[in-house]
């Protein structure tokens, strides 16, 4: 008589569950690999500057920065968005003149200055852009769900870093159709899709 070795059923629902987040692990690897290899490729000709050139981008940003906020027609949200582009400008001028190294994305953003009023052709292409963000995340947050109920049955309506970005992309493109006044920051935070887990 031939023996069988059963494996109970717990290890392998184990096995199941360590395969599946190899699987995981391995797609976020893969997302992440190409989400660094395009912000690499966009910041490759800031990283070929020495400090001293990067002081000076950075001082332009800021005085861009004051400019703006010295105009009159801004709009309170703009102003904040203004005052925290050149608080972090000021702040990274400081690291880089004392030598400390800093972060490309903290740089990124320093050296952006957001408009100062957002043209109606602008404002039609962030309300189409949010659209598209909204559809992304409710795509992905779907693909999610799915997956996550049927191999580790959790609750289908549970809320997902998705189901977060949708509502606020929503919120700020209900803010730009009824006209009020929008920071820029905000309405870039809710253009951002977190990368497809599967």
């Not at 490309?104 to 189409?128: F, G, M, S």
Request: hydrophobic letters at 35%.
């Amino acid at each position: 008589m031939v023996s069988k070795h059963l494996y109970p059923p717990s290890r392998s629902l184990s096995v199941l569950i360590a395969l599946t987040a190899c699987v995981m692990l391995s797609a976020c690897g893969l997302n992440a690999m190409r989400t660094s290899q395009q912000s690499t490729e966009a910041s490759s000709s800031l990283t070929s500057q020495t400090p001293t050139q990067l002081v000076a981008r950075l001082q332009q940003a800021k005085a861009l920065d004051e400019d703006g906020l010295n105009d009159p027609t801004i709009s309170v949200e703009r102003r904040g968005d203004f005052l925290e582009h050149e608080a972090k400008a000021d702040s990274l001028i400081r690291d880089l003149q004392h030598g400390i190294s800093v972060p490309q994305d903290e740089l990124n953003y320093a050296l952006e200055v957001p408009p100062r009023h957002i043209q109606p052709e602008q404002k039609a292409e962030l309300i189409q852009q949010l659209k598209n963000a909204i559809r992304e995340d409710e795509r992905r947050e779907q693909g999610v769900v799915a997956f996550s109920s049927n191999v580790f049955y959790e609750d289908p309506d549970a809320p997902s870093q998705f189901g977060g970005q949708e509502q606020l992309a929503l919120k700020e493109m209900q803010n730009l159709e009824a006209g009020n006044h929008v920071s820029w920051d905000a309405l870039q935070q809710a253009l951002y899709v977190p990368p497809d887990p599967l």
